[in-house]
Each structure stands twice: as C-alpha cells, then as structure tokens.
C-alpha cells in the first residue's frame, strides 16, 4: 500500500521539518538523490543539461549540476527566469564551472526543475518551446513540469518524464499521471505528513485481500453473487458479468434476467433464472450491464435497491439513476452501493468531471454515499467518508467494448464475499487492469479475452501476497 500526500499537506510537514534542520539541507539532500539517479541514468554518458525555472524546484536542479559537475560530468543549464533564478543553486552552479545557455544542446540527459509543488496549469510558452525540442531522455525533479502536482491533470504542453525523482513522500501525481519510473528520496518528511490523502494499493494488498474457501466454506458461506444484467438486446454484457462473478471467488452465482438462456449456455455453473423475483437469496447484486432502461428495468432495479444487500450498480443502473433519482428511496439506507461511472455516466448522475478526478468522485460518493469508482486509465475509487483508492492501468488494453461489465461482475462477488466496498472496488479495478494487460500481452483483446485472463491475474496477486 502506498500513500500519497496532496501539496499543502507536504508543505505543512516541509515547514515543521525545515523548523529543526539547517537551512538549505532538505534542498541539498533533494537534489543529491536527483544527482545519483543522474548519474544512474547516464550510464557513463557525461553531458546533462538543466532546464532551471524560477522556484526552488530550479534549485534543485542546479544543485543537483552542481553535484554532478563535481564528479566530472559537463553540465549547462537554461534559466527560464535567469532575475529568479535559486540565488544559492545558482552560485554554487557556477563555482563548481556549470555554464548557463540559451538552449540545450547535444546532451545526454535532461534535468526538468522548471515547476514543482507550486506548478499549475501547463508549460508557460518559453519553457514548452524548450520541451519540445528535446530529443535526450528527461529527469523531472519532484513531478514533470506542465502537470498538476495534486490531479496529475494536463490541460497543455507539459514534460513526459522518463523517471521522476521525487522528495519526502509520493504526490497524487505520481499515481494519477504518467511519470515513467518513480523513485522517492527520503527527506525524514514521514513522522510529520499524518494519513495520507488517497493510497494506491499494491498487488501483495489486492492478493491479501482476495477472498478464498476455507475448511470449513461451502459453496453458500462464500457470499452468493446474484447479477442482474443483460436484455434480449445485449445478453453479451450478461455472459460477461456473470462470467466474471464466477471467475472471481468460488462459491455460487445466480443470474436473473432476459439473457438467461445466453447465461446458462456460456456457463452451465451459474443458476439461471428468467425473472428478478425468483432468482432466491444472495448476499450482493450486480445490476445495470446491457440492461436497458425501461420500465421493467427499472422494476429490476428497485427490486435490487431494496434486497438489503450489499450492490454494484452500474451501466444502464447508473443511467436510471440518474434519470430518476425517485429510485434511491427503494435503497435501504445501510444498502452499500458501490457506482461505477464512466466520465459520461458520471456526468448525467453527478455532473461534468472536470480536470480534479479524485473531488470528482468525492463529490459524488458523498452526494449518494456510496462508493464510487470513476473509470479510466487512472481509476480512482471514493468512499462517502473521503478515503480515496487510486489504480493507475500500465497499458490501455481494458478499453475495449464490455470490459466495464467484466469489472462489474468482480466486484459483485468481492462484495458478496463481505469485503468492504472501497476495497472490493479498488481490488477489483486493480485485477481488472492486471488481466487486461496478462491476456493482451502487446495486441488488442476483446472484453472475453480480459475475462479468461482474470484467474491468471488473481493468481498473480496471491503469489505477491504469499
Ligand atoms: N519546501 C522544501 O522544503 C523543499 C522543496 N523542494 C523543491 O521545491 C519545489 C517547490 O518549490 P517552490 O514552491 O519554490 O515552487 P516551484 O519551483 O514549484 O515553482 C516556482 C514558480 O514556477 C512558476 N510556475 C508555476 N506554474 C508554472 C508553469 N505551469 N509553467 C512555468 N512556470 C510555472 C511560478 O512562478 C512558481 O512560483 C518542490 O517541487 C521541490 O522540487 C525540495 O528542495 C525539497 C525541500
Ligand atoms: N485508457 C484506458 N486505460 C486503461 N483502462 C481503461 C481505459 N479506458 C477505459 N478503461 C477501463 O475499461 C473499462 C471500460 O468500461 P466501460 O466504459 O463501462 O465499458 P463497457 O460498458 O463497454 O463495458 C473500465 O474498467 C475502464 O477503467
Ligand atoms: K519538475
């Protein structure tokens, strides 16, 4: 599990460290772990150019040249704001025989200390006409300049960062954007940081948390996953999610719905019947997938809302929701629910997304409390009382028609098995993304392909945890 700190929260700890030790250390440290992961990157190549902006992030950078000239290495750096420029960076830059240019030239490695912790909003025009024309691999000191340290949003030119060598604790940018290779440098920061403001689980915490019989488990005390999805119109999605649901825990699975002869040829495993009202007793639901949107699927819905027990509502259920919020009042008010939005799900239940994701989700599992997992490349997962799970895909493969009904089915069985919400949904996305990537491994899949590679990457998750 790894913990990530918005800005004003590492500010806040920066100040009451920076309060204990001599001034400039925490800069020095900063910038010698950038020097060392340098000379690491450089792997005996010998000419690194800085790009220096006006703040301490500049700083950095010329520190870390000063410490990088000093073991031999050429090093030339262009000041954006040369009046702003790290006034003590700077001196000691040029003591050490750092030569400061107009533009980088025939380097091996570039140095990004253009913005930090205080960047907002893209590259200003001076700095991304020099990004664009770099053709060496780039270092980005703390987070790569042109992307927001807290949303990792990137609303124009921005640095894309081979490696990112980061201080005193992980930003929500390092989880939510792409910043290559991430390394953190201990600055003593973690005594004074408090609880983290979103978490990124790790595949060992996903394969501790993943639910397996025991003893004394039968096929019942396992937790029944009852799904309710599909419609003549789309049985795929309730083939999709009902397979999922299987693949995901042993134990049963009862499929309700119009596609129950589709079900029931795919998977002769899944009890199979037509009609929401005889489907017999489950400890979660999953409903929405191809679905539809009628009346009758909004009987189903209700029916489910009122079940008193635990529901993964997504899809056409999301659409119905937000199209008639009447339907909430058949909710129980202990019903967990966890949503899962797409950006244009999430705008009819909640409004726009807008760049800021994670108080995006916030708002709205705060609005309806109940979890909400607003899907993406990065997938962040809010609870109603604030607690933020990131999971940040290594590849795109999952974006692929009928993956989001494979997610769907997984988090229903985590949830019959009794794992709280956040957890089952974080859990969920994270083996969602693992299997995409097992099953593609370099070329497109369909959704049925992530599906078959969902115990391969549950497998891979416990062997973490082991
Ligand atoms: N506070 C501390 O104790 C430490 C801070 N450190 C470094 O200090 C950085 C934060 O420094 P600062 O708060 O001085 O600010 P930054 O260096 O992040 O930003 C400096 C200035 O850049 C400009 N800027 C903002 N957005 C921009 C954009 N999109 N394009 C171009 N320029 C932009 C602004 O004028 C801003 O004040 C951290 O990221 C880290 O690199 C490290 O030295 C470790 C210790
Ligand atoms: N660019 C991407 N990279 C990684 N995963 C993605 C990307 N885009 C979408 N996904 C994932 O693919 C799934 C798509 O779900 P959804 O949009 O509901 O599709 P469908 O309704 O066709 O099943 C979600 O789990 C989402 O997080
Ligand atoms: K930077």
Known sequence: MRGLWT?????AAEERVLARVPAGSLMRRAAFGVAVAAVDLLDGRRRVGLLVGAGNNGGDALWAGYYLLRRGIAVSAVLLDPARAHAEGLAAFRRAGGRVVDRL??????????VGLSGRGPLRP??????????????AVDSPSGVDPDTGAVDGPAVRADVTVTFGCLKPVHALADCGEVRLVDLGLEPELGGPDLVELDLADVGAAWPVPGRDDDKYTQGVTGV??????????????TGSALLATSGMVRYAGAAAEGVRAQWPEAICTGSITDAGRVQSWVVGPGLGTGLGAEDVLRTVLEAGVPVCA?????TMLANNPDLWDARDPDTPVVLTPHDREFERLAGEVGPDRVAAARRAAGKFDAVVLLKGHATVVAAPDGRVLVNRARTSWAATAGSGDVLSGLIGSLLAAGLDPLLAAGCAARVHVLAAELAADGAPIPASALLSAVPDAIRAARREAS
């Not at 700095?127 to 691999?137: G, I, M, T």
């Not at 309710?228 to 999610?241: E, R």
């Not at 997504?314 to 999301?318: G, M, P």
């Open 7 to 11: 800005t004003d929260r590492v500010r």
């Open 105 to 114: 030239r025939d380097v091996d490695l570039v140095v990004d200390g253009i």
């Open 126 to 139: 001076a700095a991304a006409e020099h990004v664009a024309h770099l053709d060496a691999p780039v270092l």
């Open 228 to 241: 309710a999805a599909g419609s003549a119109t789309y049985p795929g999605a309730a083939v999709l999610a």
């Open 314 to 318: 997504d899809a056409d259920a999301i």
